[in-house]
């Protein structure tokens, strides 16, 4: 079992930035893979940004040169750094984790909204 604890949302102006965490716990092994999702209600939860245990990453192309992902695996803790926020970035924020046995765990969400 795995359990996700995130961090970091909040309200923002456009243009501004935002760093959100995500910490793991639990039985965690590599490799695995860790990423960001974001779902505005009544959509599909629309994958942000995801990274291995090491440390490749791949981005979603509407955020590309705004955000970057990155992971401290001696914390077991995954970060999204949102810089140029605009108000399409709106979202519930949720980080996944997905273990080297192929089980996928969410975590909570954390609220990002930016105000024009």
């Known amino acids: 079992q795995v359990q996700l604890v995130e961090s970091g949302g909040g309200l923002v102006q456009a243009g501004g930035s935002l760093r959100l965490s995500c910490a793991a716990s639990?039985?965690?092994?590599?490799?695995?893979?860790m990423g960001w999702y974001r779902q505005v209600p009544g959509n599909q939860r629309d994958v942000v940004a995801t990274?291995?245990?090491?440390?490749?990453?791949n981005l979603a192309d509407s955020v590309k040169g705004r955000f970057t992902i990155s992971r401290d695996n001696a914390k077991n803790t995954v970060y999204l750094q949102m810089n140029s926020l605009k108000p399409d970035d709106t979202a519930v924020y949720y980080c996944?984790?997905?273990?080297?046995?192929?089980?996928?765990?969410w975590g909570q969400g954390t609220q990002v909204t930016v105000s024009s």
């Open positions: 996944k984790h997905v273990s080297a046995y192929g089980i996928t765990y």
């Open positions: 639990g039985r965690i092994f590599s490799p695995n893979v």
């Open positions: 990274i291995t245990s090491g440390g490749s990453t």
